[in-house]
Every structure is written in C-alpha cells, then in structure tokens.
C-alpha cells in the first residue's frame, strides 16, 4: 500500500490484464500506477505497439514512459538474451518503487525448464521469484489460459507478437514444442 507502482506493458495479453486489473486495484491501496512500454525495434510493428501502449494509458489517465532501446543482434548469448538485458536496464531506470511484470505460471514453467536444461543449481530451479529486489511478478500463480479468459470477459484488446510463434527462439522452442504438447 502507498507504493508507486511502474507496469512492464509490452502490449500482449499478460500486461494489458494486469494494467486493467491494477487500474481497478490500485486507488484503493492507495498506489500511484505507472506504465513502461519497452520499445525494442526487433519488429516491423513496433511503432504501432507504441501506438497501441500509448492509446491504452491514455484512455486510463495512467502515465506511460516509452524506453526505446538497442538490442546488440549479434550477441553471443543470443538475441533473446540481449533484449532482455537491454528491457532490464530500462527498469533499472525506471521511476517507482517497483516494476510489475506480467510473468505467469507458464513463464515459470518455461523458465524452470530453460534453467534446467543449462544445468542450473538449487537457486535456478526455484525458476523465477514473485517478488525480486524492485521487480513484482503477482501473476505467477495464474494460467495464461486463465488471463485470456479473464481478458474476453473484461472485452479487453492486446496484441500478439508474431515473433511468439517463431520456434527458432530457446523459449519459443519449449513453449510450442515441449510444454504445450503436455497440457493436451
């Protein structure tokens, strides 16, 4: 309560869920709400994610900061990686007590398996925490099944990242071609 939260809004259905919940939530907690668009410019539609991030904070009256980044393509961890370091660096900057993420029980899983599979130790297979130094994760507890429900129910609009569906990615791989065939 009395926190000043800052909201990671990629656009995609985990955040917009959770910039509409934490819309509803956070007068009566008496939190001050904030969002943060990471502009990373990996795709041709990346202008209208922005387009898309501003529209919705606008009709909120939530303040929205766009960060654009540079993603280093050619990094040798791998352009996953390096668009992650880069959006964490824009939460480092970040104004706000905390960043909240939209990370859910599927992100969890995806990243308990992608540690495994590197060969992590004890610390690795707790996968990710709910709450790290200035980063909240309140969803991880929630299906994706679960968030897109609640999102056709609210009649809420998002955007998909057709770079989600690209298995060439590590992540994209497990997700598609391990967890999904078993949830059949």
Known sequence: ?????????????????LLHLLHRLAPAAGNELAA??????????AEQWVEFCATLCQ??????????VVVERASRDGLEAAAR???????????GDFIVLGHH?????ETLLFNLLRGTGLAGSAA?????????????????????AYAREQGLDWIDDESNR????????????ILEPLHR
């Open 59 to 68: 009709a909120r009256g939530i303040p929205l900061t766009i960060e654009r």
């Open 36 to 45: 943060i668009h990471v502009n990373h410019g990996l795709s041709a539609k």
């Open 166 to 177: 690209d298995t060439g990615f590590s992540r994209n791989f497990l997700r598609h071609e």
């Open 105 to 109: 029980r599927g992100d969890q899983a």
């Open 1 to 17: 309560p009395g926190q000043h939260l800052t909201l990671a809004l990629s656009g995609g259905v985990d955040s917009v869920t």
């Open 85 to 95: 370091r880069a959006r964490h660096a824009a939460f480092a900057r970040a104004h």
């Open 128 to 148: 990710m925490a709910p709450r790290q130094r200035r980063l909240l994760r309140p969803l991880l507890a929630v299906s994706r099944a679960e968030i897109e």
